[in-house]
Protein backbone atom coordinates (compact mmCIF):
# COMPACT_ATOMS: atom_id res chain seq x y z
CA UNK A 1 0.00 0.00 0.00
CA UNK A 2 1.37 3.21 -0.90
CA UNK A 3 0.80 6.37 1.43
CA UNK A 4 1.03 9.79 0.87
CA UNK A 5 1.77 12.25 3.60
CA UNK A 6 0.99 15.90 3.09
CA UNK A 7 2.18 17.82 6.05
CA UNK A 8 4.21 20.86 6.46
CA UNK A 9 5.80 19.98 9.37
CA UNK A 10 9.08 18.04 7.75
CA UNK A 11 9.69 16.06 11.16
CA UNK A 12 6.52 14.13 10.42
CA UNK A 13 8.73 12.06 7.68
CA UNK A 14 10.62 10.35 10.49
CA UNK A 15 8.06 10.27 12.75
CA UNK A 16 5.98 8.10 10.36
CA UNK A 17 9.33 6.27 9.14
CA UNK A 18 10.08 5.29 12.54
CA UNK A 19 6.38 4.26 14.02
CA UNK A 20 5.59 2.24 10.92
CA UNK A 21 9.83 0.63 10.30
CA UNK A 22 8.17 -3.20 10.35
CA UNK A 23 5.90 -2.28 8.00
CA UNK A 24 8.04 -0.58 5.94
CA UNK A 25 11.15 -3.32 6.04
CA UNK A 26 7.93 -5.97 5.18
CA UNK A 27 6.83 -4.22 2.16
CA UNK A 28 3.30 -3.48 3.93
CA UNK A 29 3.52 -0.11 2.82
CA UNK A 30 5.71 2.78 1.38
CA UNK A 31 5.39 6.13 2.28
CA UNK A 32 5.59 9.28 0.26
CA UNK A 33 5.87 12.64 1.89
CA UNK A 34 4.75 15.79 0.30
CA UNK A 35 5.22 19.52 2.56
CA UNK A 36 2.71 21.31 0.99
CA UNK A 37 -0.91 21.36 -0.83
CA UNK A 38 0.90 22.16 -4.14
CA UNK A 39 3.70 19.40 -3.77
CA UNK A 40 1.17 16.66 -2.96
CA UNK A 41 -1.17 17.98 -6.67
CA UNK A 42 2.48 17.86 -8.40
CA UNK A 43 3.53 14.08 -7.41
CA UNK A 44 -0.64 13.01 -7.96
CA UNK A 45 0.04 14.65 -11.61
CA UNK A 46 2.56 12.35 -12.33
CA UNK A 47 1.25 9.07 -14.97
CA UNK A 48 2.22 6.33 -12.76
CA UNK A 49 1.65 7.26 -8.93
CA UNK A 50 0.38 4.01 -7.05
CA UNK A 51 -0.95 6.30 -4.21
CA UNK A 52 -4.04 4.43 -2.16
CA UNK A 53 -4.39 6.57 0.89
CA UNK A 54 -3.61 10.06 1.42
CA UNK A 55 -3.25 11.39 5.18
CA UNK A 56 -3.27 15.47 4.58
CA UNK A 57 -2.76 17.69 7.46
CA UNK A 58 -5.32 20.98 7.58
CA UNK A 59 -3.73 23.66 8.51
CA UNK A 60 -0.96 24.53 6.39
CA UNK A 61 0.23 27.71 4.65
CA UNK A 62 -0.31 28.01 0.61
CA UNK A 63 -3.45 25.61 -0.15
CA UNK A 64 -4.76 23.90 2.79
CA UNK A 65 -5.74 20.64 3.26
CA UNK A 66 -9.29 20.90 2.76
CA UNK A 67 -8.40 22.82 -0.73
CA UNK A 68 -6.13 19.98 -1.11
CA UNK A 69 -9.01 17.71 -0.73
CA UNK A 70 -11.21 19.82 -3.16
CA UNK A 71 -8.89 19.44 -5.73
CA UNK A 72 -8.15 15.55 -4.99
CA UNK A 73 -11.44 14.92 -5.34
CA UNK A 74 -12.17 16.90 -8.15
CA UNK A 75 -9.43 15.29 -10.24
CA UNK A 76 -8.76 11.83 -9.14
CA UNK A 77 -12.38 9.86 -9.05
CA UNK A 78 -10.97 6.59 -11.20
CA UNK A 79 -9.92 5.45 -8.10
CA UNK A 80 -10.62 7.49 -6.11
CA UNK A 81 -7.65 7.81 -3.47
CA UNK A 82 -8.51 7.44 0.18
CA UNK A 83 -8.26 10.73 2.39
CA UNK A 84 -8.03 10.94 5.88
CA UNK A 85 -7.62 14.23 7.15
CA UNK A 86 -5.16 15.17 9.75
CA UNK A 87 -5.63 18.48 12.57
CA UNK A 88 -4.73 19.62 16.01
CA UNK A 89 -8.23 20.69 16.10
CA UNK A 90 -11.16 19.02 17.23
CA UNK A 91 -13.41 21.48 15.95
CA UNK A 92 -16.36 20.19 14.80
CA UNK A 93 -16.53 22.53 11.88
CA UNK A 94 -14.00 21.54 10.32
CA UNK A 95 -14.83 18.41 10.73
CA UNK A 96 -17.99 18.68 9.12
CA UNK A 97 -16.10 20.72 5.90
CA UNK A 98 -13.70 17.93 5.42
CA UNK A 99 -16.23 15.65 5.59
CA UNK A 100 -18.17 18.05 2.90
CA UNK A 101 -15.22 17.50 0.75
CA UNK A 102 -15.17 14.09 0.38
CA UNK A 103 -12.64 12.93 2.89
CA UNK A 104 -12.78 9.70 4.38
CA UNK A 105 -11.54 9.49 7.90
CA UNK A 106 -10.88 12.45 10.17
CA UNK A 107 -7.06 11.82 12.55
CA UNK A 108 -6.32 14.34 15.61
CA UNK A 109 -3.27 15.25 16.14
CA UNK A 110 -1.02 13.92 17.93
CA UNK A 111 -1.09 10.73 15.91
CA UNK A 112 -2.45 7.49 17.74
CA UNK A 113 -0.65 5.32 15.50
CA UNK A 114 -1.68 2.24 17.19
CA UNK A 115 -5.25 3.36 15.88
CA UNK A 116 -4.09 4.49 12.51
CA UNK A 117 -2.48 0.88 12.17
CA UNK A 118 -6.08 -0.11 13.04
CA UNK A 119 -7.75 1.24 10.71
CA UNK A 120 -5.19 0.72 8.07
CA UNK A 121 -5.69 -3.18 8.46
CA UNK A 122 -1.78 -3.66 9.07
Known amino acids: MKILVVDDEKDVQMLFEQRFRKEIKSGQ ?24 LILSDI ?45 DDFITKPIDFGQLKEKLKI
Open 29 to 52: VRFVFAFSGEEALSYLNQPVHEVV
Open 59 to 103: NMPGMSGLELLTEIRKKYQVPPPVVMMITAYGDAEIHHSAMNRGA
